[in-house]
């Protein structure tokens, strides 16, 4: 078994509040160099309308994560949070939200106290019609103080769980599902849109996945090749399986599997040494976070290195990878603590294996 060695604990908590179960976080390093972990929190559990953006920051490479900002908070259910730093110090947070009917749907799995909040608060945005219209969709916010404060909530075009990368100039680049809410039979197509120079997405192309394909990311090599991990549902398994663009994202491969037999969704991180990193959720038993390593450009991966593999059930994974100043790693992600239901914001912080340096 390819196990390795990490330091792990808790970035952010609640269970001593009703509203206690946060998940799907992504990591970035500020401008100033501090260390930004985003995600969804303060909610009644995995499903449920109350979801907030929030962000953690750690000024000693994630030894200690002080205080919490609230970034994205509409009335709908913010959920996946993103984050990249592009341009000249500028910071973009990302998200996105369900429904009410949907919503509505899943308060069937609920009872009790959460069933009441649930029905009641959902009972107020449908009389409203008009929230939905204004807020339902991929959300965003951009930072242009290197990640303080943050501008007016601006829809995009596509969804990921982590959000945008950076291309050579400096610009965005989004891969991701078409997402506004609704049901669409375009919603297992992969669109990349580039941000131009006015803050716009603009198409760039599409990526013509597997039934079932969604949450991807990307990331930029040296030389401007585009890798992009995807989602798939592949045999009843959840996989990821692999694109590559070498026109800037005008053209995409054909998505190809990579010999990962389980294991989702992807995170892409290019390390100093040249080495690729994709973290992924492990949904099966052991439970638990997973990383592969790739050291020739994309072409062949070494999968299924365990960070940890003590997850009480499969409500976990989404880990998001960032490179700490002397080389070593921080991966993080969520997970229910053991013998509790609600899930928190875990990290691991571990280094390369040698023999993947070799």
């Known amino acids: 078994m390819k196990k390795i060695p990490a330091t792990n604990s808790i970035i952010c908590q609640n269970n001593d509040h009703v509203f206690n179960y946060y998940g799907w976080p992504t990591v ?11 995600a ?10 109350f979801g907030k953006a929030v962000m953690y920051y750690s000024r000693d490479e994630g030894k ?27 910071v973009i947070v990302t998200s996105f939200n369900n429904s009410a009917a949907a919503q509505r749907n899943y308060a069937k799995q609920k009872s009790g106290m959460e069933l009441s909040l649930i029905s009641s608060y959902l009972d ?14 991929s959300t965003f916010r951009i930072s242009k103080d290197g990640g303080y404060t943050f501008g007016k909530l601006q829809h995009s075009p596509v969804t990921a769980p982590h959000g945008p990368v950076v291309m050579p100039d400096g610009n965005l680049l989004y891969v991701g599902n078409k997402y506004d809410g609704k049901s669409n039979e375009d919603d297992c197509k992969i669109n990349c849109y580039k941000m131009n120079d006015k803050g716009e997405f603009e198409y760039l192309s599409s990526i013509d996945a597997l039934p079932s394909s969604w949450e991807p990311h990307a990331v930029v090599m040296p030389d401007g090749k585009i890798i992009v991990h995807i989602r798939t549902e592949n045999g009843g398994l959840f996989t990821v399986y692999q694109s590559e ?12 599997p990579i010999g990962l037999d389980h294991g989702s969704p992807p995170h892409l991180l290019l390390h100093s040494s040249g080495v690729l990193i994709s973290s992924y959720g492990y949904r099966r038993e052991p439970f638990g976070q997973r990383v592969m390593f790739c050291k020739d450009g994309g072409e062949k991966w ?10 009480n059930d499969g409500d976990l994974g989404y880990p998001a990878t960032v490179e700490l100043k002397d080389g070593s790693l921080l991966t993080v992600y969520y997970q229910a603590e053991k013998g509790r239901s609600n899930c928190v914001i875990m990290q691991s912080i571990w280094e390369l294996p040698k023999m993947i340096y070799k």
């Open 28 to 38: 970035a390093r500020l401008p100033d160099g501090t260390l930004a972990a985003v």
């Open 40 to 49: 969804s929190g303060h909610r009644l559990g995995h499903v449920c309308p």
């Open 64 to 90: 200690t994560w002080g205080e919490q900002i609230i970034v994205i908070d509409t009335p709908l259910d913010d959920r996946d949070a993103g984050i990249a730093v592009f341009g000249s110090g500028n």
């Open 124 to 137: 107020i945005i449908e009389k409203t019609p008009e929230i939905e219209q204004k807020y339902l969709g």
């Open 245 to 256: 663009s070498c026109d800037g994202g005008k053209t995409f491969t054909t998505p190809h």
């Open 302 to 311: 070494e999968t299924d290195y365990i960070l940890r593999d003590d997850g």
